[in-house]
């Protein structure tokens, strides 16, 4: 995705919480009142005005946001349709889909591209321009249609996760073929002088982002083989989604809420997009990077893309020009910045087990140590709701150590060592939703192996 000239603001210092420092000038202090920063449309210059209104979350200390919880975009649990965890591998099925899928669209965008550079002259070339700029518009429409049908048919019960999984990633190839297509397209409309259609490809590009997420992304490079076996936790919801995965020791979300949505409907200014997520994530601005840790991408008739850089990783989130709130949002976690809570131990045959949770779909570590020693021990996992039969995790390791995706509800974890085997019941809370939902400290209790 690229950032349009005039019609794009970059934000390098922001408002009264962000903490940046205008470039060029040394980074204030912790509790120093930084400046609000606006762009002047014509010329991207930076005109900088003292804050005289601080965001909600401005309250929020450095020392404060190093022990709180992140807050996340999720969907609340009575809103919630359907939700599971399955570990998806590479598929031949699917693979060759994905594969057919992005050979078509691809070849698509080379000859809507030749089209209009081969032709002549400019009036001719710009008449094709907006026909493939509509062309774009309708399939934009066309992806929104099927990725609400597919959340829709997984929330019935009509598909899979792993028919869910293929769908969206399938949906996401699309959308990032459209979107590399209306970029060729700008490249040419610069050359062009007396033709600006910026406001046109910038709003298409927004609507795109719709479609397309890092977990989505993943999913495609697990099951073409190009990444290894995942777990991934899925959700749905009257059109919203939520997707998580394990990468790379990176906690990896993305979060959908079609239900917020109310676009084309007002106007936001880039300070007033990054208000709404200073609000919504008070200790991520707390501990953004003071230098180059936050920009903005967007239009005042659109949604904006606030991208903040800070010390437990980065976030992305989308502001919706209607309601002015935060409907979606990508979350990068590495899992030694993730605040976990010991849960109660389960402790049989000389093996301690303790679940360290974050929230119900995030992720969780499993510990398993000697009773009498207090080693580590290596020993299978297996994680399996209490209704259904448990599949294994993989193994704790020499450090008796193992990070996986919890489940969305009440799940059952089992160690085995051997002929010892020890089993725990957890009670995941509800993630510390942007939406002020208190969060909920869950818990473990020891449940003992049937005879």
Do not use: C
């Amino acid at each position: 995705m690229r950032a349009l000239p005039a019609m794009f603001a970059v934000v390098l210092v922001l408002s009264a919480v962000a903490g940046a420092a205008i470039p060029g000038t040394a980074s204030l202090p912790d509790d120093a009142v930084s400046p609000d920063v606006t762009i002047n449309p014509v010329s991207d210059a930076y005109s900088v005005q003292q804050s005289t209104e601080r965001p909600s979350g401005a309250s929020v200390n450095n020392q404060t946001a190093r022990n709180a919880s992140i807050r996340v975009l999720g969907i609340p649990s009575a809103q919630v349709d359907r939700s599971s965890l399955v570990t998806r591998t590479v598929e031949l099925g699917p693979a060759l889909t994905l594969d057919d899928n992005e050979t078509k669209m691809r070849i698509k965008t080379l000859a809507a591209i030749d089209r209009i550079e081969s032709t002549e002259p400019q009036d001719r070339r710009q008449q094709l321009i907006l026909q493939e700029l509509t062309t774009i518009e309708q399939a934009t429409i066309s992806l929104r249609s099927r990725q609400q049908e597919t959340l829709r048919a997984y929330g019935e019960g009509r598909i899979d996760s792993r028919t869910l999984l293929i769908r969206l990633a399938i949906i996401d190839m699309h959308a990032r073929e459209l979107e590399d297509r209306s970029d060729r397209i700008q490249e040419i409309i610069k050359s062009m002088p007396d033709f600006s259609k910026d406001s046109d490809v910038a709003s298409l590009e927004r609507k795109l982002d719709t479609f397309t997420g890092p977990v989505r992304q993943h999913a495609v490079a697990v099951l073409t083989g190009k990444a290894e076996s995942t777990r991934f936790f899925v959700q749905t919801g009257t059109d919203s989604v939520v997707l998580s995965t394990i990468r790379k020791d990176t906690y990896v979300r993305e979060v959908y809420r079609g239900d917020i949505r109310r676009p084309d409907s007002g106007i936001i200014s880039d300070i007033e997009a990054l208000n709404a997520t200073v609000a919504a994530y008070p200790n991520i601005s707390t501990l953004q990077y003071r230098q180059n840790g936050t920009n903005i991408v967007g239009t005042e008739k659109n949604n904006f893309l606030v991208r903040i850089k800070h010390k437990r990783g980065q976030l992305s989130a989308f502001v919706d020009s209607g309601s002015q709130k935060v409907f979606k949002e990508f979350q990068y976690r590495p899992l030694d910045t993730m605040e976990t809570d010991s849960t109660q131990s389960a402790i049989k045959d000389g093996l301690k087990l303790t679940a360290h949770q974050t929230y119900a779909g995030g992720p969780v570590r499993f510990t398993l140590n000697d009773t009498e020693t207090n080693e580590p021990v290596n020993a299978l996992i297996t994680v399996g709701l209490r209704s259904e039969d448990s599949v294994a995790v993989g193994k704790t390791g020499s450090d008796g150590s193992l990070w996986t995706m919890a489940p969305g509800q009440a799940y059952q974890v089992t160690a085995i060592k051997g002929n010892s085997v020890v089993l725990l019941t957890v009670e995941p809370g509800q993630p510390p939703f942007v939406n002020g939902n208190q969060t909920q400290t869950g818990n473990a209790s020891a449940v003992p192996v049937p005879a």
